[in-house]
């Protein structure tokens, strides 16, 4: 089974701080994706990334990057936390070829910005 | 870009009653299809797909679904619902030209609650 691990199910933080969100794929999947998750607007994309070093940009980009060094991990970061990115974040990944649009994700993270 | 829109943001239905929720996409290539579900606590998972070929598909736990592309629809189906189907369900397109890498594009959701 693909398993995805997120580093946290729950986080507080203060506006300002800087948040970093880790994603762990056991699967050896190149596509990775971070996603947040709000009632009444489903999930939206913020980054994704097809391979190591490489990053793309989704639907909601603005106030995060990513990083990927190591191909199971795909981190997102929250440069300068604000109280309009408390949400629920979730990872997923995907394996390469026919078969990719087929996600597994993790259990979310539920940040909370104060 | 594509987007999705599902029907109905709750629906409450009792058990052994039929399920359709509704799901409307736009856009104008090959698309993949997808109906995700979220039970209370649990991670999201893949309840059925279409790539291509028959456009009745099954999926787990006795959900189907039917792409019909004259419509740009993929509406999700159970003929009797149980207690245990109340969760969160999201429909969600995917380019089918994007190779899978580009991300998934979702749906708002459909909050489903089964009265026992």
């Known amino acids: 089974d693909v398993k995805v691990t997120q580093s946290s199910r729950y986080l507080v933080k203060r506006t300002g701080e800087k948040v970093f969100l880790e994603c762990v794929q056991d699967?050896?999947?190149?596509?990775m994706f971070w996603y947040r998750q709000d009632p009444g607007l489903g999930l939206r994309l913020i980054y994704f990334?097809?391979?190591?070093?490489?990053?793309e940009k989704g639907d909601i980009p603005e106030g995060y990057s990513v990083s990927r060094e190591k191909k199971e991990r795909f981190s997102l970061i929250l440069e300068s936390a604000s109280t309009n990115q408390t949400s629920m974040y979730l990872c997923?990944?995907?394996?390469?070829?026919?078969?990719?649009?087929?996600?597994?994700f993790g259990p979310g993270t539920r940040l909370l910005v104060l | 870009a594509q987007s999705v829109s599902q029907h109905n943001h709750h629906v409450i239905l009792s058990e052994a009653a039929s399920l359709e929720l509704g799901c409307n996409y736009s856009?104008?290539?090959?698309?993949?299809l997808f109906w995700y579900v979220q039970y209370p606590g649990q991670h999201l998972q893949l309840l059925l797909k279409?790539?291509?070929?028959?456009?009745l598909v099954k999926g787990i736990k006795g959900f189907e679904a039917e792409f019909i592309k004259s419509k740009f629809s993929f509406n999700l189906r159970k003929p009797s619902v149980q207690w245990s189907d109340t969760a969160e369900y999201f429909c969600?397109?995917?380019?089918?030209?994007?190779?899978?890498?580009?991300?998934?594009?979702f749906g708002k959701g459909t909050h489903l609650i089964i009265q026992p």
């Open positions: 279409y790539f291509s070929g028959d456009p």
């Open positions: 856009y104008g290539g090959t698309v993949n």
């Open positions: 997923a990944s995907s394996p390469p070829g026919q078969g990719a649009e087929t996600q597994y």
């Open positions: 990334s097809y391979d190591v070093k490489m990053k």
């Open positions: 699967m050896d999947h190149e596509n």
């Open positions: 969600a397109v995917n380019a089918g030209s994007g190779g899978g890498a580009d991300g998934l594009t």
